[in-house]
């Protein structure tokens, strides 16, 4: 149980083109959602929490106009990387919860974003 | 704020033996810590946890990590290391006080020589 799923794995665009990720929760309900931000070689950094049916909270230093997140149901939450640049070419990681606040993270198999 | 500090961004071991990842954490109050596995082009997987309760967890895949309050740490064990267990560690820590959002180490890649 508790499988999240991500989509694309892998993405290239064009600079100044938007691109959008998607991460399910296939066989649970996630009111809350996380999208990390993984650079080669180093660690994760949480970028915001996904709030269903609000909106996001964002952490200190991530743009929100430039990584807009929607989570408008109960098993989906979107990331949209807009006006990406080479420097947004990272790898994406969403994840929930299924419990209450002291349990662990599920994860998505993240998204290889690269941006040309 | 919650932090955590993972000793050794590389750790190399031959195949059967001790894996001793070491993991210590900051949290003014009583901490939730997680040891994660990654292998490459992955997300994470959670190997084991301590909420609260017994000092010492089992995981999954034969790894144990022990919640030390009075050193601050929570190492990651394994008896015998395998080939298949190669890949990178993160240890997480998450508390009320930071709103329950999980602050992962640096991470820790494990080698495994034949």
């Known amino acids: 149980g508790a499988v999240v799923s991500q989509h694309p794995s892998r993405v290239i665009c064009k600079s100044g083109t938007s691109v959008k990720i998607e991460c399910r929760s296939l066989d649970f309900q996630a009111t809350t959602m996380f999208w990390y931000r993984q650079f080669p070689k180093k660690s994760l950094m949480l970028m915001a929490t996904s709030n269903e049916g609000s909106k996001a909270t964002y952490e200190q230093g991530v743009e929100k106009d430039k990584f807009l997140i929607n989570h408008a149901s109960l098993t989906l939450s979107t990331l949209t990387v807009t006006s990406a640049h080479p420097e947004d070419s990272s790898f994406y990681i969403c994840s929930a919860k299924t419990g209450p606040y002291n349990s662990p993270l599920h994860f998505g198999n993240g998204t290889r974003l690269t941006v040309t | ?114």
């Open chain 2, 1 to 114: 704020a919650q932090s955590v500090t993972q000793l050794g961004s590389h750790v190399s071991v031959s195949e059967g033996a001790l894996v001793l990842l070491r993991c210590n954490y900051s949290s003014s109050v009583p901490p939730y810590l997680f040891w994660y596995v990654q292998y490459p082009n992955q997300g994470l997987q959670l190997l084991l946890k301590y909420t609260t309760g017994a000092t010492l967890v089992k995981g999954i895949n034969g790894f144990e990590a022990e919640f030390k309050k009075s050193e601050t740490s929570f190492h990651l064990t394994k008896p015998s290391a395998h080939m298949s267990d190669a890949a990178e560690y993160f240890c997480a820590v998450s508390d009320y006080t930071g709103g329950f959002k999980t602050i992962f180490g640096a991470g820790t890649r494990l080698f495994v020589k034949a």
